[in-house]
Every structure is written in structure tokens, then in C-alpha cells.
Nanobody, 125 residues
């Protein structure tokens, strides 16, 4: 079992940057596929990015490719989401999630076993 706690959300202007953190307690983050999802009001939860495997293969939604970067620090048992060039359409609650079955599709939120409480990101125009 793992407990996930996100932090780092806030209000930023268009073009700004934020770094989200997802601190895990319990098992190490490298034992899981770690994903970030987001959900805007009235919309479905959508995949943002994930990192998986011992070498840390990464996956990104087309909408964030080139602007967002996922990384992990095994010593701190923390996963990060660096968000640059933020746009108003990035406004959402961002969730960190862990998936124990590493062979499953990281893009599909239903496969994830553990979720954080979410952190709000608001990008003003």
C-alpha cells in the first residue's frame, strides 16, 4: 500500500511555471507506474503524464508534450511534475496516482490503485 500527497498547486499567469510534487509513503515510487491526471470542472479526468519502470520510461499527453516534464526522486520517494508555458486550458485539479500492475496501459486512469487528494492549478489569462 502507498499513500500519496500532492503539493505545489496554485495560481499562475499564462506562460508561467509551476512544479507539483507527489510524496509517497509506503513502498518506493519506482515499484509503481506513477501518473499525473487532471480534471477540470465538468470534464472527465484526463491523462497528463506517467513514468514507469526501472529506467523511468515516460509518457505524455499530446496537449502537454514539450511543456511538462515528469521525474522522480527515489531517495525522496517523490514524483514531480514540472509545468512550463502554462495555458488557461491547463486549469484543473491535478492528481497523482500509482499503479502496481506495470504491464497495464498507463493512460487509463481506471488501472491505477492509489490516488492523492489532488491539488488545484489555476492559470489566468
Amino acid at each position: 500500500q502507498v499513500r500519496l500527497v500532492e503539493s505545489g498547486g496554485g495560481l499562475v499567469q499564462t506562460g508561467g511555471s509551476l512544479r507539483l510534487s507527489c510524496a509517497a509513503s509506503g513502498r518506493t515510487v519506482s515499484d509503481y507506474a506513477m501518473g499525473w491526471f487532471r480534471q477540470a470542472p465538468g470534464k472527465e479526468r484526463e491523462f497528463v503524464t506517467a513514468i514507469r519502470g526501472s529506467i523511468g520510461n515516460t509518457y505524455y499527453a499530446d496537449s502537454v508534450k514539450g511543456r511538462f516534464t515528469i521525474s522522480r526522486d527515489s531517495a525522496k520517494n517523490t514524483v514531480y511534475l514540472q509545468m512550463n508555458s502554462l495555458k488557461p486550458e491547463d486549469t484543473a485539479v491535478y492528481y497523482c496516482a500509482a499503479m502496481s500492475r506495470l504491464s497495464l496501459d498507463v493512460h487509463e486512469y481506471t488501472w491505477y490503485d492509489y490516488w492523492g487528494q489532488g491539488t488545484q492549478v489555476t492559470v489566468s489569462s
